[in-house]
């Protein structure tokens, strides 16, 4: 990450939280700098404060690396989603690549596909991802949280395909890529020597790795090293 970047990461802090969120995230920019988002698996609300003021984004699935520029004294924080968590309004399949603008309700609230919620932070995110809950805007798909838990492996029926593509915006397969690239990367930037990173995540070989990571997450083994 840039030194002109800071951020902090969190988890959820009860089971119920955590059963939507993957994490939560907060993000400032003290000079100009740009910022580098890469497929992890997750869709994301953000909650941005800029020099156009406050603006909250829904983020779909992503398979490709997005640059995120930013000036001193921007900030957001964001939520991110697990993959089975999705919009029954607002699938997955209709948010790939893409990003949703929602409409500001006050100075304190939002409009979620009609629903006025009051805005969250840092601290209180998880009190938001309760309200999305409970008002039905949000649901964890079964089929797709069996799926994740058995890793993606064997996930052969048509059916099952066309409905994952539906929930989360991506293949089965492309979406377990995805999610193994993002283990491996944080493997690696814990220290994890590359050809144990491809052994523990079923890599084929430590070129399989290096190939998969250059393709989907734009970097290499070496990039990642600890800084």
């Not at 059963?19 to 988002?37: L, S």
């Not at 048509?158 to 944080?186: E, F, M, N, W, Y």
């Not at 590359?194 to 290096?210: C, I, K, N, W």
């Amino acid at each position: 990450m840039p030194a002109d970047i800071r951020r902090e990461t969190r988890e959820a802090d009860t089971p119920s939280a955590a059963r939507f969120i993957a994490r939560i995230e907060q993000v400032e920019y003290t000079a100009a700098a740009a910022e580098v988002a890469r497929p992890d698996g997750t869709w994301d609300l953000v909650f941005s404060q800029g020099r156009n003021g406050l603006m909250v984004l829904q983020t779909g699935q992503t398979d490709r690396v997005v640059q995120l520029p930013g000036e001193a004294g921007d900030r957001y924080f964001n939520i991110a989603f697990r993959p089975e968590v999705y919009m029954p309004r607002r699938p997955g399949a209709t948010m790939t690549n893409l990003g949703h603008v929602h409409a500001l309700a006050g100075q304190k609230g939002c409009l979620i596909d009609g629903e006025k919620l009051e805005l969250p932070n840092f601290g209180n995110a998880e009190q938001f991802v309760m309200a999305l809950a409970s008002r039905g805007l949000i649901e964890v798909d079964r089929l797709v949280l069996r799926a994740g838990q058995a890793g993606w492996q064997g996930v052969d029926d048509r059916s099952l395909q066309r409905h994952s593509a539906h929930v989360t915006g991506l293949s089965p397969k492309k979406l377990q890529q995805i999610i193994r690239a993002d283990a491996a990367a944080t493997q690696l930037q814990q220290g994890l020597r590359p050809a144990d990173v491809a052994a523990e995540l079923g890599y084929s070989d430590q070129a399989h790795l290096t190939n998969s990571l250059r393709r989907i997450l734009d970097v290499t083994p070496s990039q990642l090293k600890p800084g």
